[in-house]
């Protein structure tokens, strides 16, 4: 399993990112994908997750309304559309595959990627 993020930088407060994630070595379009960062310091955080065929999608409370999950099964690639974001946002995002919950509380995943850095500063 490979996962690679891409696109994160350095944003101003209330900007806009689009995080790609290009994934291979097992069959894409048959997982389910998930986003979760993790800021300095802190726990690891899901952000959000999007069935195999892109049928279904789900956010965290924080990111609802203001991210975007999307996916390109042909391509094999996982996106992240991120609008309106705040100083809070600022972490290491990943791209990761087979992660778990207990009783609704997100517990880890079995892959991610390297991650790439989300910095929000005015």
């Known amino acids: 399993v490979q996962l690679v993020e891409s696109g994160g930088g350095l944003v101003q407060p209330g900007g806009s990112l689009r995080l790609s994630c290009s994934a291979s070595g097992f069959p894409f379009s048959d997982s389910p994908m998930n986003w979760v960062r993790q800021a300095p310091g802190r726990d690891t955080e899901w952000v959000s997750t999007?069935?195999?065929?892109?049928?279904?999608?789900y956010y965290g409370d924080v990111v609802k309304g203001r991210f975007t999950v999307s996916r390109d099964n042909a391509n094999n690639v996982l996106y992240l559309q991120m609008h309106r974001l705040t100083v809070e946002d600022t972490a290491v995002y990943y791209c990761?595959?087979?992660?778990?919950?207990?009783?609704?509380?997100?517990?880890?995943?079995?892959?991610r990627g390297r991650g790439t850095q989300v910095t929000i500063s005015s």
């Open positions: 990761a595959k087979g992660c778990t919950w207990r009783g609704g509380a997100f517990q880890q995943c079995e892959y």
């Open positions: 999007i069935q195999n065929d892109g049928g279904r999608t």
